[in-house]
T-cell receptor, first 110, second 110 residues
């Protein structure tokens, strides 16, 4: 069955520190992959996407993600976190029908 | 293009009543999705359309739920005989690749 796993429910980082959010997927073939961010009371905003090609993709707000087929992973990274990055982050995967992980809540300490 | 719009934004109803949500997608997008999101969880897939054809329905979509997309434009999601467990945020997204989400319709069943 198709599924998306985000192992970290909550992560706390200091402002200026680097960030990596983990995402693993289970799918029959290589799916389309996405990262979305959701701030409290706000809608889901697309950070970046992977359809094919270069396995390192750049997104908005300084985020990047790397697709690793051998590990069925699509981890999100940012070199230096800003206080405004505090939010809920969701990984999604699929072809036609898209599945979301349960999310990782990011807290940024000043 | 004003993005994906959903109506109403909030709905409070009594158990047993019927409710209907409307979604207007981005005009050139041929796919339309409905998701449900509860507090602290990721979006759960409910159903999706390609043009007017409903291609997939989740097992979460009991016979009390029905979705339509007449003429391949706007879509409605109806919940009959609402239960307290139906309280959630109902999200609509449209797609021509990645998903673009609306702000959601929050349902509270008393």
């Amino acid at each position: 069955a198709q599924s998306v796993t985000q192992p970290d429910i909550h992560i706390t980082v200091s402002e200026g520190a680097s960030l990596e959010l983990r995402c693993n997927y289970s799918y029959g073939a290589t799916p389309y992959l996405f990262w979305y961010v959701q701030s409290p009371g706000q809608g889901l905003q697309l950070l970046l996407k992977y359809f094919s090609g270069d396995t390192l993709v750049q997104g908005i707000k300084g985020f990047e993600a790397e697709f690793k087929r051998s590990q069925s992973s699509f981890n999100l990274r940012k070199p230096s976190v800003h206080w405004s990055d505090a939010a809920e982050y969701f990984c999604a995967a699929g072809v036609g029908q898209f599945y979301f992980g349960t999310g990782t809540s990011l807290t940024v300490i000043p | 293009d004003t993005g994906v719009s959903q109506d109403p934004r909030h709905k409070i109803t009594k158990r047993g009543q019927n409710v209907t949500f409307r979604c207007d997608p981005i005009s050139e997008h041929n796919r339309l999705y409905w998701y449900r999101q509860t507090l602290g969880q990721g979006p759960e897939f409910l159903t999706y359309f390609q043009n007017e054809a409903q291609l997939e329905k989740s097992r979460l979509l009991s016979d009390r739920f029905s979705a339509e997309r007449p003429k391949g434009s706007f879509s409605t999601l109806e919940i009959q005989r609402t239960e307290q467990g139906d309280s959630a945020m109902y999200l609509c997204a449209s797609s021509y690749g990645e998903l673009f989400f609306g702000e959601g319709s929050r349902l509270t069943v008393l």
